[in-house]
Every structure is written in C-alpha cells, then in structure tokens.
T-cell receptor, first 111, second 114 residues
Framework: AQSVTQPDIHITVSEGASLELRCNYS??????LFWYVQSPGQGLQLLLK??????LVQGIKGFEAEFKRSQSSFNLRKPSVHWSDAAEYFC?????????FGAGTRLTVKP | DAGITQSPRYKITETGRQVTLMCHQT?????MFWYRQDLGHGLRLIYY???????DKGEVSDGYVVSRSKTENFPLTLESATRSQTSVYFC?????????????FGPGTRLTVT
C-alpha cells in the first residue's frame, strides 16, 4: 500500500513570509495527491489536488503545490502567509482504491 | 442544509458502554468513510462503504461496527468502548466510485472514554 510522510511536525513562520510544507510519498506509480487544511475544531478542507498533467497545481487561498516524480514529493507552498493560515495541514495519497494521510504539519504564524 | 453532518459533536462515555456516532450526507455520494484522528498519527481509516449495504474494514477496525442501510447515513458503533478509543472521529464522503479520490469531511466528533 502507499504511504505518505510529512517530515515537519510543527512549523512557525512570520506573517508575510513564504511557506513550504513538505510531503513525500511511497508508491510504485503516480498516485493521486492531495493537500487538506484543518482549522481548529473543524473538519478537513481540500486545498488542492493532483491527478495528472501540469505538475504545478493551484489551489484555494493562494496555495500551490508541485509534484516532483523524481523525488516522490508533493510540497505545498504559499508566497506570503497570512495569520488566518495558521492550521494543521495534511498531505494525502490515493491509490488502489485507498487513501492514506500523513501525520500532519501544524503551522503557527507569528505577527 | 447540504453537506455532511456528524452527531454528537462531543461525547463522554464510560468504559464498556456502547456508543454510536452518526454521520449524514446530503450529496448522495457513493463512498463514505470513518476515520479517527490521534496526535502523531494523522487520520487512520476505520471503515468505509462503497454503497448501501457494502462495507469494508480499514486500517484500525477492531472494536468498531458500521452499517449502511441508506446511502445518506453511515453510523459508527463502538460496541464496548475502551479508553484507547478516545479520539476525534471524522466522517467523510466521496462522489466518485473509488476510495482514492478527494473526500469531503464532516466537522468531527470528539469522543472521550473514561
């Protein structure tokens, strides 16, 4: 089965700074890739997804992610972080009728 | 309202009690899922259902039971709750006929077993 790793448990960035959250997966072929965001006390909301085609995908709230096959990575980026981006972010990998989630990265935004 | 709802949002129960968490979706999605979220583990799949009367085990199904008599409902039952089942439980649904596609999540149920 596929697996997904988010190496960073907690990241702190200053408001206005750029952000990159890392996601690595393990699977024999190209899976479906997702980033979800979870605000405190809420369910998960889809930020963006990659199925095929252009390896740079745009999502909601100004986020983008780049699929790099050679590195088995799907890192999430945002050029300028807002205080409202503070949340937990989950990378997910879908393949073989199964979805696996990473352990999550908690983002703290400093004023 | 359209969407996916869960009830109750918070529940405290005692060890050994039976408790049922409810999930309801209004989209007529084929697939529905139950996850538990624990610190350091992300989301782990408990059970999923491909359609009414079709269910299958996930990664951490021991101690849980599900049913799906109607497309829109997918209740999760803890037959005899244990402290290790203290967690936040999320229900999700997917419109596409595969568990590998994007999923839509409910707000979660925080369950505490004392």
């Amino acid at each position: 089965a596929q697996s997904v790793t988010q190496p960073d448990i907690h990241i702190t960035v200053s408001e206005g700074a750029s952000l990159e959250l890392r996601c690595n997966y393990s699977y024999g072929a190209t899976p479906y890739l997702f980033w979800y965001v979870q605000s405190p006390g809420q369910g998960l909301q889809l930020l963006l997804k990659y199925f095929s085609g252009d390896t740079l995908v745009q999502g909601i709230k100004g986020f983008e992610a780049e699929f790099k096959r050679s590195q088995s990575s799907f890192n999430l980026r945002k050029p300028s972080v807002h205080w409202s981006d503070a949340a937990e972010y989950f990378c997910a990998v879908g393949a073989d009728n199964d979805m696996r989630f990473g352990a999550g990265t908690r983002l703290t935004v400093k004023p | 309202d359209a969407g996916i709802t869960q009830s109750p949002r918070y529940k405290i129960t005692e060890t050994g009690r039976q408790v049922t968490l409810m999930c309801h979706q209004t989209w007529s999605h084929s697939y529905m899922f139950w996850y538990r979220q624990d610190l350091g583990h992300g989301l782990r799949l408990i059970y999923y259902s491909a359609a009414a009367d079709i269910t299958d085990k996930g990664e951490v199904s021991d101690g849980y039971v599900v049913s799906r008599s109607k497309t829109e409902n997918f209740p999760l039952t803890l037959e005899s709750a244990t402290r290790s089942q203290t967690s936040v439980y999320f229900c999700a649904s997917s419109e596409l006929r595969a568990a590998a596609y994007e999923q839509y999540f409910g707000p979660g149920t925080r369950l505490t077993v004392t």
